[in-house]
């Protein structure tokens, strides 16, 4: 498939998935027949591993072993145990890292330390740079903490990645961005972007949601500060499995958290009066962490560490190219426009189209077995996960959207409706 001209075919779509040495991947994914699932980076499939590694935990050492369990199998250390894999993954180093709570509430933490770093560095900073295309629960979290601490702080969001420079001036204390956009798909270049906003002064939390486990990550060599995400997405962690948090080595000795919980005190179980902060990242911790979905969590972790990040990568761009390609080729007819950067360098591993009857299209895609998502404002959004999405996969999906818009199966009564969900 290298002459961007010639029709693609099914026959090629097989071909290459013949040639693939990530198949065999797939395999170890309990993915119901019939279906193209295009929704990986919402929620990630099941690995068949978690079945074996979730009635493990509940039946053996939650049943049998009860409260015996934080010592014997390894509970307490469990957060930071999964937070080494997760350091590893996203290239920081030992004790940076750790699976904790949701990307919501590490998102409050981060950018808390952030502010109360600059406070003692450059205390007349006070402004916070967004996207205001940030997934929103990013930005609703910075808006109550900014209420919370209601010292003349703000936040600042930019309109496009382009306007970032614009933004960045000797009031800015603090910038978080997302790695990869969740509407559009845009990948930041992180380490390009972290010089430039170190060079203002200013200290970066990116968001890696949508980026770890589909895009190599760096964090140490692009200079982050702080990085957060989640492991239900990419990472096959399983529906609410815990997020992460990771903090640069050179601020591990004066970084501080706003919630500041036994978990991540220095000796929990000595219950003394005073809080003294843990060493390294475990201090980000706060309560009692949720045993049974993280256990779940880490067979899909392991399957990533197993895999070659770039060649994961490459696979993700060939599969978000060719659903482009197959687009433009074959449904040019219809109204759908492409809100994805066409530059790969610039490209997560999703692909969004508007369509004007965005929604009511998804559902007649999904009703057919193809299982997208739809995002406002008119965005039909494929998610292309490399670990168990092939090239054949791809060119059904696109035929069953082409049939979908066609035959205008969209227009039935009940994909007009909305669900709580979408
Ligand atoms: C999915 C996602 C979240 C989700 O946050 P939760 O607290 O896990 O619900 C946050 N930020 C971004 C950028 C996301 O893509």
Redesign the pocket.
């Known amino acids: 498939m290298t002459d961007a001209t010639a029709p693609i075919t099914r026959e090629q779509c097989e071909e290459a998935d013949r040639n693939d040495p990530l198949a065999g991947l797939r395999a170890r994914f309990a993915l119901p027949e019939g279906i193209v699932y295009l929704d990986g980076?919402?929620l990630g499939a099941l690995p068949r591993d978690a079945v074996a590694r979730a009635a493990d935990v509940v039946s053996r050492e939650w049943g049998a072993d009860l409260i015996g369990s934080w010592n014997k199998n390894h509970w307490f250390a469990l957060p930071l145990r999964i937070g080494e894999k997760i350091g590893r993954l996203i290239g920081g180093g030992a004790g940076e890292c750790v699976a904790t709570?949701?990307?919501?509430?590490?998102?409050f933490k981060a950018v808390s330390a952030a502010i109360r770093l600059q406070q003692q560095d450059a205390p007349a900073r006070r402004v916070i740079v967004s996207e205001r295309e940030?997934?929103p629960?990013?930005l609703y979290i910075v808006e109550g903490l900014m209420a919370l601490i209601d010292r003349g702080y703000s936040l600042r969001l930019i309109d496009a990645p382009e306007d970032l420079d614009a933004a960045l001036d000797e009031d800015v204390a603090v910038v978080l961005l997302?790695q990869?956009?969740?509407r559009t798909g845009h990948l930041w270049d992180m380490r390009e972007a972290t010089d430039r906003i170190h060079a203002a002064g200013a200290l970066a939390v990116w968001?890696l949601?949508?980026s770890v486990g589909a895009v190599p990550v760096a964090v140490a060599d692009a200079g982050a500060d702080f990085a957060?995400?989640?492991t239900?997405?990419y990472l096959n962690g399983g529906p609410?499995s815990p997020?992460f948090f990771w903090v640069a080595e050179r601020h591990l000795d004066r970084v501080e958290t706003p919630l500041t919980g036994w978990w991540g005190h220095d000796r929990p179980f000595a219950m003394t009066d005073a809080y003294a902060p843990a060493p390294g990242g475990r201090r980000f911790l706060v309560g009692t962490q949720p045993i049974l979905s993280m256990a779940t969590m880490e067979v899909g972790l392991d399957m990533h560490l197993e895999v070659d990040q770039e060649a994961l990568r490459r696979k993700s761009l060939a599969l978000t190219t060719l659903f482009i390609r197959l687009v433009e080729t074959r449904l040019s007819r219809h109204p759908l426009t492409l809100i994805t950067p066409r530059e790969e360098a610039q490209r997560g591993s999703h692909v969004s189209f508007r369509h004007p009857e965005g929604y009511a299209v998804m559902k007649a895609l999904i009703a057919n077995g193809v299982i997208g998502d739809y995002r406002e404002p008119e965005v039909l959004r494929f998610g292309v996960t490399p670990m168990y999405l092939g090239h054949t996969d791809v060119w059904d999906a696109v035929e069953t959207l082409r049939r979908v818009l066609d035959e205008e199966l969209w227009r039935a009564p009940e994909f007009q409706e909305r669900d709580a969900v979408t």
Request: with cysteine.
């Open positions: 980076n919402s709570d949701t990307t919501s509430v590490n998102v940030n997934f629960t990013d997302t990869v956009n969740y968001d949601c949508h957060v995400g989640c239900y997405k609410g997020a």
